[in-house]
DNA sequence: GACTGTGAAGCCATTCACAGCT
DNA sequence: AGCTGTGAATGGCTTCACAGTC
């Protein structure tokens, strides 16, 4: 979504001490056309004032408002092996409001390690976490075997949306947000557009 | 790029045996209309026979060689963190052809290290492996500071397309394709959809 | 003069619906 | 009958261009 996109650039041109920022530099610097910022920005209200451009801190703020920002969402994690470790501790997170309340494992191997200020639970105390904390949020890092049946879990638990990285896709309820990453497929995009390139130059 | 998604989902049906298969259940499968996988796939040849669908295996030769994974690709990883480790280690990558030949870190902290098969070398040598092994992808796992830097040394050294995990927007020259994973970006997207919901009832 | 907000035009991706093959 | 390939229709998103405001 292009509007986290502008909120990333606003925050950085906020620390730059920028005060006032126009639609064109906005493009510029998020690689959209002028056109595109003020139709994304002005479909939810007038944050502009014409002939000046938008207030870099209020824009901002509005912007984090809509996207849902404005306050602190709890997360869980399940799955403690290499990559659900490298996220619980990626401060990326934590930046954008983001705090991980759960890390969880299946395996008992992990099971009472810490990250960061936070120890890896059995999957049995997931329920509780999620309910004492109110949290609608989780992200997925386990084996491919096990995805779905996490995914229900977390869906039965409460968990309103899903960040899916294991490599498969998981079918829940229509009204459980489900994203999906999926690290090859990224690559796999890069190697489609390599392979066009030289095919393009023949 | 849905064909990516086409390609799991045959490689999957692979596996369970079946021969052949029509665009209802490939659109079925992958979450698309059958239309669009019909247009998808017919807009790179005939692969299909009418009344009949698609033949499995064929179809997967086919969508695999239009991806450019009908060969390896050779891969360096700089950023030898969290997150660049648990990289090196995702089985994914190897699993479509991606082999890592090079990990690579500014610290000399990790130099030396090893993650599977391969040893983390300091940056000094990275264009050396780069040449020596002709790779055209990177992937960058570096802090937010280091990222710009990195990037411009892999197009330097002769990179042609970089994955860029550090949460910040590199520039380069419109020649390298570039594509950018911020985790972040991802839960934001989930944190939207959750606000646009609750307004909605209102 | 600079820059926003926005109706209108243009453009591209998706869907429809059917002819054509097996 | 079943299913693909595809022109035509649709719908949505993007860009244009300009009136409105500072």
């Given amino acids: 979504m292009r509007l986290a996109v502008y909120s990333r650039f606003l925050e950085n041109a906020k620390q730059r001490g920028v005060v006032t920022i126009s639609s064109g530099s906005i493009a510029e610097g998020t690689g959209v056309t002028p056109a595109q910022v003020r139709k994304d920005l002005a479909y939810f209200g ?21 996207l849902g920002l404005n306050h602190k969402w709890p997360t869980v994690l399940v799955g403690a092996g290499k990559l659900g470790s490298a996220l619980a501790l990626y401060e990326g ?3 954008r409001g983001f705090h991980i309340v759960g890390i969880f494992d299946v395996d008992t191997d992990p099971v009472g390690k810490r990250f960061g200020s936070i120890e890896v ?21 386990v084996p491919v075997a096990a995805a779905q049946d996490v995914g229900e879990r977390l869906a039965g638990a409460g968990i309103k949306a899903i960040l899916n990285f294991s490599p498969k896709v998981i079918n829940l309820p229509a009204d459980i947000i489900v994203r999906h990453v999926d690290f090859s497929l990224h690559l796999e995009v890069l190697t ?10 023949k």
């Fill in 93 to 95: 997170f934590l930046a």
């Fill in 121 to 141: 639970l059995p999957v049995s105390q997931l329920e509780e976490v999620i309910s004492k904390y109110n949290v609608q949020i989780g992200i997925i890092t």
């Fill in 46 to 66: 007038e944050f502009g004032t014409r002939g000046v451009g938008y207030n870099v801190r209020e824009l901002n703020g509005h912007v984090l408002r809509i």
């Fill in 192 to 201: 489609f557009n390599l392979a066009r390139k030289v095919e393009s130059k």
